[in-house]
Structure formats: C-alpha cells, structure tokens
C-alpha cells in the first residue's frame, strides 16, 4: 500500500482521498516512512512534527466521515518552503537570525491550502534569507550534487518523493534551477498570480510564489485553489486563477513554439547547448527559432538594481542589528543595494517595462517559448547552487514560466526544458506544457 501511494500524482490522491479509496492517515503515513528513509541523506526539511502530521490527517480522516462537502486538495500533504509563514510551525528563512521565529498567521497562500483541506507536511529547507548560500539540503539524484537553491529542500522533497508537491518561490531563478537540477516540474505563475502575504519580502516586482510537483496538471490544481486577487497584495489586483487546471487537461492541436536561446546562451555548456538545440529541431510541433531584441542583453543588470535595492530596503532591519550572522554575499548585496539611486532605480523600472511590452508583442504570436532552464546539470555542492541566468529575464518581467524535465544531460542527470509566455497568459502556457508533457512521454 505504502509503494502504491507513494507513486500516485496529487490528483490522484486527492480524488482518491475524497471518494474513500484510501484514508489521509495511510497517505500521510506512507510519506512519513518516505522521509524517515531519505531524509538522512537528502535533508530536504528544516521542520517536521510527525505526530502532528498523522493528528492532522486524522482529522481530515473524520471530517470525511462527517460527510461534509470537502475542499479540492482533502487530505493532500504539502511541503511549504520555510520563508513561508505557518501560524503552527517555525518560519526561519534559513538563518539564525530568526531561529524559533513562530508567526502569529499563516500566509495567505497557507490559509487557502488548508481552506482546500491540504495538510502542511513541513517546512522545507531554503538558502540563507533566500538568497545564494547553501542550505544542507542535497539532490537526491545524486548526493554529491546540489538541488539548486533558494527552494532547494521543495524541490528536492518532492523529487524524493518525500512530499506530492511543495510551495517555492522565486526572486531570480529559485524554482526554475532547482526543478531542473531534481528533474521535476517547477511552475513560477506570472506576476500576481499568488498573493504573497506572509511570505518573506524581496522586491514586489521580482518576488513570486510558485509550485514544485510532478507534473504540470498538479500543479495546476494547487496554483488553481490557491491563486487570485487578495487585498495586501497589490500586484494580484485584478488576477484570477480559475480555469488553470482545465488548461493542463485540455487537449488539442499541436501547439506553435518560439525556441529562444536568449543573450545568455554561451553561459550553458556545449553538451547542454547540444540537448537544447536537438530538443527544438525533433519536436513534432511547429518551432520558430527567434532572436530576442538586443534590449534584452541588460536583463541581468535590470535585475540586479531592482532585486538589490529591494533586499537592501526588505533586510535592513537585520542588517543593522545582526550583520555578523549574515553570509558575506548577502552583505555585499545588501552593501549594493543601498548604494543605488532613485535615479538608477527609475531607470530600471521603466526598462524593465519595456522589455515585458517587447516580450508581450512577440509571445503573442506562440503558444509559449522554448528556452532553457539551466546551464547545465547540478553542479556538485563545492560549486555552489547554480547559476540562474536562464529564468533571469522571465523573472525581471513577471512572465508565467515553467520547467518540464524531458531531457537527459552530463551523466544522465535531468536537464529540464523551459516555457514561457506572456503576460497574464498562464492558462495558454499550463495547455502547450501539458501538451509537450503528453507528447515528449509518448515519443519516449
């Protein structure tokens, strides 16, 4: 029982949970002995109470038999990264700054899930203020590697499978990296898709909560039941995220793809620039390769003045009062940010915006872009957690993005494959990636 449930997507164990196939109790029980024979070597989770993870699950297990209407997620235990705030469980963004922090609520993105009938599993390891230093979290691909970061511990939990799904969230390239590097679905919704209440602040323009799952119709139904407009967030004004998992379902004809290779594409390795270029040319779909225009080339710098002003104004606090507990490059970051002017800052807003009408007027043509997800497959630890230039430009103008793993690199190791789309355009992405998903696994 443990093996079949284990290896059943989030639908089907929602669907399951909610007719009475199996209870939330050996579901959550079977997760459980997944972690206590992974977690060892992998250490995907900064927080876990298992006696309060099965008290939960047996609560959902007699809510069920009380025979009231159950929410769509009934039962479904979920990582959430630990810059997420839990009202019942420690929220310490990965530094000792805030060790033992416990917030008074949960963010909103939390509320909902559990609204759904989710159960939060644990909080899942992130670099240091999600930022670039390492959390000890290890790719459970191969230990000797990393799983990218910032959401290092909900990518890899998931890719363990130690969790069906997990919360991430991305300010440059945290969830894009890390699902390639672990071989799984990372989906970054466009900006204001998910509200971020009660999740750890970097930029209002860059920040965004996403999904890590195994495949794009899970994904789906989480970012569906927890997306849309919430009042203390004013980039989802206006945003719905109904009819998300009906895209990823619906099936129809051939989708017509941009493959971009982007400014940046000598940084991947020639194996990978390789895989991509294969990728592109075998594909039984309509592809047009397309040049981004050359105002692109300074998407990296764009992102740079607009992140680190942000970090410099969102850890100021922290930067006075515990400087010493922090890793050397987030000072430095913090040190650049507050040297930016209003003037530069101003600059990068408006550049930013011209390059989201440059992108909006050529995605317009195509059901999404191809682009790669990383450079390459995950280094090994000593190197660090990744480079994430190839989710930079996609993050800087809040485009939905997500990363499929359908191609091998060095060693065998998951390289994964990117879409893109324009703005406000995630049901027409989550359709071609789910149609890519089905055809890449049929022609395999």
Not at 299 to 320: P, T
Request: charged share 20%.
């Amino acid at each position: 029982m443990t093996r079949e449930l284990l290896r059943l997507s989030a639908r089907e164990l929602t669907s399951g949970l909610s007719s009475g196939a199996w209870r939330a109790t050996d579901v959550m029980a079977a997760y459980l002995a997944r972690i206590e024979t992974c977690e060892s070597a992998v250490r995907a989770w900064a927080w876990i109470d298992r006696d309060k993870a099965m008290s939960d699950a047996a609560r959902a297990d007699k809510f069920r038999a009380s025979g009231a209407t159950l929410g769509s997620l009934h039962g479904l235990p979920i990582g959430v990264k630990d810059i997420i705030d839990t009202a019942d469980m420690p929220t310490e963004y990965g530094t000792p700054i805030h060790k033992g922090r416990r917030p008074k609520a949960d963010a909103t993105i939390v509320a909902r899930l559990r609204s759904a009938g989710a159960i939060i599993l644990g909080k899942t390891v992130t670099s240091e203020h999600a930022v670039y230093v390492a959390g000890p979290t290890r790719n459970p691909l191969d230990i000797a590697r990393t799983p990218g970061g910032s959401s290092s511990g909900s990518a890899a939990a998931v890719a363990a499978g130690m969790a069906p799904v997990a919360l991430a969230t991305q300010t440059n390239g945290s969830i894009i990296r890390p699902a390639s590097f672990c071989g799984v679905v990372g989906y970054k919704p466009g900006l204001g898709l998910l509200p971020r209440t009660g999740i750890l602040k970097q930029s209002t323009l860059l920040d965004h909560p996403g999904i890590v799952a195994r495949n794009v119709a899970d994904a789906a139904l989480v970012v569906e039941t927890i997306g849309g407009e919430e009042t203390g967030d004013e980039q989802t004004l206006g945003s719905s995220a109904a009819g998300l998992l009906e895209a990823a379902l619906q099936k129809g004809p051939r989708p017509r793809f941009a493959f971009v290779r982007g400014p940046y594409w000598r940084r991947a390795d020639s194996q990978t620039r390789d895989a991509y270029e294969a990728f592109a040319s075998q594909l039984d779909a309509e592809v047009d390769v397309v040049d981004l225009p050359s105002a692109f080339d300074s998407a990296v710098e764009i992102l740079g003045v607009i992140m680190d002003s942000g970090i410099a104004r969102a850890y100021r606090e922290d930067f006075a009062s515990a400087r010493s507990l922090m890793a050397d490059v987030l000072v430095r970051i913090i040190e650049h940010g507050r040297s930016i002017s209003a003037v530069e800052l101003l600059d990068a807003f408006a550049a930013r915006e011209e390059l989201r009408r440059l992108f909006d007027a050529l995605a317009a043509a195509y059901d999404a872009v191809l682009t790669p997800a990383a450079c390459g497959v995950a280094p090994f630890v000593s190197e660090g957690t990744g480079d994430p230039i190839f989710a930079t430009i996609w993050t800087l103008i809040g485009a939905p993005a997500i990363t499929l793993p359908l191609l091998k690199g060095a060693g065998g190791l998951p390289l994964g494959v990117q879409l893109v789309a324009g703005t406000r355009q995630d049901a027409r992405l989550l359709k071609a990636a789910a149609w890519l998903e089905r055809a890449w696994e049929g022609s395999s």
